[in-house]
């Protein structure tokens, strides 16, 4: 789906200040060539999890027309629901154990290297290919977007980890080990911050450089299978993120207006 208040609000005046991804970009290595196999069921529940948070908060954004980032947290909240107990549990625990079962010295560099840099870095080349796209004063109103949109992610993503505080699958298994080299995996486990900004970089990136959207679906499904693979997120996490992704992006475009506190809420 597409987000279609996002280009009329890259026309408008926003004031813009630093890309984080801008001011990382220079102090990182290349990302390895290697490709994470993410799972087709993994994928598709991934695109199952945008489609549906960019519908609903939609729908909740026009029966809400004032709604503060208050109230669209309780939304979220709502919205992916506490973690998976009981048999889906299970089902996460042995996509879990899958991952391990199919690491590759090669996989495993990409994994270590998307958690110690998946967050903005990523996605510089397409910032860079869209800034030569549209010149600097039309991107300033487009990256203010997606600066307002990543602000919105974390608020709506940390409240949820407080929340719950799952552990994490290789703190919760001994038969599950993280994988070496990893080391962000503070906090807890639902939903990963990794994939709630993954796929808020996706949406708003993919619809300011359409042609560029394919790619950055397809980055975003690698940064947050990583988690995945390096045993630091269950499936149920990552899906979560790509869900609260798709919210603030919807949100940030369809409400420039709105006042987006500086410290999480509640």
């Known amino acids: 789906m597409q987000l279609s208040p996002l280009q009329a609000h890259t026309r408008a005046a926003i004031p813009f200040g630093p890309s984080a991804a801008v ?23 991934l695109t199952g999890a945008v489609e549906r948070g960019v519908h609903e908060a939609s729908a909740w954004i026009a029966a809400n027309p004032a709604g503060t ?6 939304f979220v909240l709502a919205g992916v629901g ?8 299970e089902a996460d625990r042995a996509a879990v154990r899958r991952a391990v079962a199919s690491r590759t010295p090669a996989q495993d560099e990409t994994a270590v290297w998307i958690d110690e840099y998946g967050l903005f870095p990523p996605w510089q080349p397409t910032i860079d290919a ?6 600097a004063d039309q991107a300033r109103a487009g990256l203010g977007l997606l600066e307002r949109t ?43 911050g990794h994939a709630s900004l993954a796929y808020a970089h996706s949406l708003v990136l993919g619809t300011l450089l359409p042609e560029h959207a394919g790619d950055s679906r397809a980055t975003a499904d690698q940064l947050a299978y990583a988690r995945t693979y390096a045993a630091a997120h269950y499936p149920s996490d990552i899906v979560s993120g ?25």
């Open 23 to 45: 001011a990382a970009s220079g102090s990182t290595t290349p990302m390895p060539s290697a490709r994470l196999d993410v799972p087709v069921g993994i994928r598709d529940a």
């Open 69 to 74: 980032v208050e109230q669209l947290q309780a």
């Open 82 to 89: 506490a973690p998976p107990i009981g048999a889906a549990l």
């Open 130 to 135: 869209y800034v030569a796209k549209v010149g």
């Open 150 to 192: 990543k602000e919105l992610t974390g608020l709506l993503t940390f409240p949820v980890k407080d929340r719950y505080l799952r552990e994490r699958p290789f703190q919760a298994n001994a038969d599950i080990p993280l994988l070496d080299g990893v080391t962000h995996v503070r906090g807890g486990s639902f939903p990963s």
């Open 242 to 266: 790509a869900y609260i992704g798709a919210v603030a992006a919807t949100y940030a475009a369809a409400r420039p207006d709105a006042v987006i506190p500086d410290r999480p809420i509640g």
